[in-house]
Structure formats: structure tokens, C-alpha cells
């Protein structure tokens, strides 16, 4: 799991390169930044249940 939330947090580096580079799809990747943010979000309580259990 942890090699999926790194995975995310570099995702959402691409994205916000790209967003203050100027890329012209501002649309397309605040979308793509929002559905990461979203898989981490899943991602990190996964992580926090599977503590709590342990």
C-alpha cells in the first residue's frame, strides 16, 4: 500500500507541474488532480483501518 499512496503523490506532482507550466487542458488535469486526490483519500483510511485492526 504504501508504494500506491507514493504512486498518488507523484501523480499529483505531474499534475501541478503541469498545471504551472501552462498546460492548456486546466479542466483535464484539475479532474485528473481531483481523482487522485480521491484515490488517497481511499487509500489512506484503507491504511488507517488496517492499523486499527492490528
Do not use: T, Y
Amino acid at each position: 500500500m504504501p508504494s500506491e499512496i507514493e504512486r498518488c503523490r507523484r501523480e499529483f506532482a505531474g499534475i501541478e507541474a503541469q498545471l504551472r507550466s501552462g498546460h492548456c487542458d486546466l479542466h483535464g488535469l484539475l479532474l485528473a488532480l481531483n481523482d487522485w486526490h480521491a484515490e488517497l483519500r481511499l487509500l489512506e483510511r484503507e491504511a488507517l483501518e488496517h492499523k486499527v485492526a492490528a
